[in-house]
């Protein structure tokens, strides 16, 4: 008993080293035998996710080649980093586990539902083994399947798969454009004022005419009035049997005839022409008597 005694601190120390040697993976060394994964895992480095990654004992990595990644390659550092991170799953997937999923579907969480800024289920994937094969694509409500499984590229079960997949997996609003992103998007913009229905202006009525002393409008009281009939009286009588009275007695009927203003002559005023009409033939008939 008491040789075999000094071998058991000799095991156990086996045991350890052998374990950690085991479960210990470097992203970076995985990644670097596929020369099409270079980019997606120079990306890694650039956003300090290599080292998360390689802290995590269990973990599958959703990879991407070169060609594909030129789609992200152009946006900011951090948007590049909460993409690659909804590419890092928290638990281990190989093709065999996938293809026995229960009811061929499964929610997979990722790296960025761990960070606290996730919503709306961006931190969530939707993998679906369908007839044209393994899709993922993005937990949020209608996010299209369109990411692809292509192949296994390394596995240590049960700490690390690394699968390549054929596109970027973009959840909804994870570039602060979506508006039910409060977190991401950009502030509220100020409230305008409500819209009010225009109100049609009624035309104005024109005045009432405006009632003169005789009861009519005003522009009827502003009319000049016609003069009242010529009367009689002032018809001048027949003239003396002389011949420059006779002569002058028709042009003066003519005269006195005529309204001095109105707008239709009196209908006095042939009565009265009537009668110096007759005056003046009975002083032309007197002139011939006196005359013979």
């Keep these: 008993m008491s040789s075999s005694s000094p071998m058991t601190p000799l095991v156990l120390f086996s045991c350890l080293l052998l374990s950690s040697i085991a479960t210990a993976f470097n992203i ?6 596929d020369p099409e994964l270079s980019q997606f895992s120079q990306m890694l480095n650039e956003t300090g996710l290599a080292d998360e990654v390689n802290k995590r004992a269990t973990i599958t990595v959703l990879a991407v080649n070169n060609g594909a990644m030129s789609s992200i390659s152009g946006k900011s550092r951090d948007l590049i980093k909460r993409i690659l991170m909804t590419h890092v799953v928290l638990d281990y997937y190989d093709i065999p586990k996938l293809q026995k999923m229960k009811d061929k579907t499964d929610i997979l969480t990722t790296l960025y539902q761990s960070s606290g800024v996730a919503i709306n289920r961006q931190g969530f994937l939707n993998v679906t083994n369908t007839q044209n094969g393994i899709m993922f694509g993005s937990a949020v409500k209608d996010a299209p399947l369109e990411s692809k499984l292509v192949k296994l590229v390394a596995s240590q079960p049960f700490n690390i798969s690394v699968l390549e997949i054929s596109s970027p997996i973009l959840a909804p609003g994870i570039d602060g454009k979506d508006s039910s992103s409060p977190q991401m998007a950009p502030g509220p913009a100020p409230a305008l004022p409500p819209l ?3 109100k049609s202006k009624a035309p104005k009525k024109a005045p009432a ?6 009861g009519g409008s005003s522009e ?5 009035e ?19 009275d006779s002569d002058s007695a028709a042009p003066k009927s003519d005269s006195d005839s005529a309204t001095p203003s109105g707008d239709a002559p009196a209908p006095a005023s042939s009565a009265s022409r009537a009668v110096l009409s007759v005056g003046g033939v009975m002083g032309f008939v007197s002139a011939l008597l006196v005359a013979f």
């Design 220 to 224: 009827e009281s502003e009319a000049p």
């Design 226 to 244: 016609a003069d009242s009939p010529t009367k009689s009286d002032d018809t001048p009588p027949a003239a003396a049997p002389d011949k420059s």
């Design 28 to 33: 970076n060394n995985i990644l670097g035998k």
């Design 196 to 198: 009010s229905p225009t």
């Design 209 to 214: 005419p405006k009632k003169g002393k005789s």
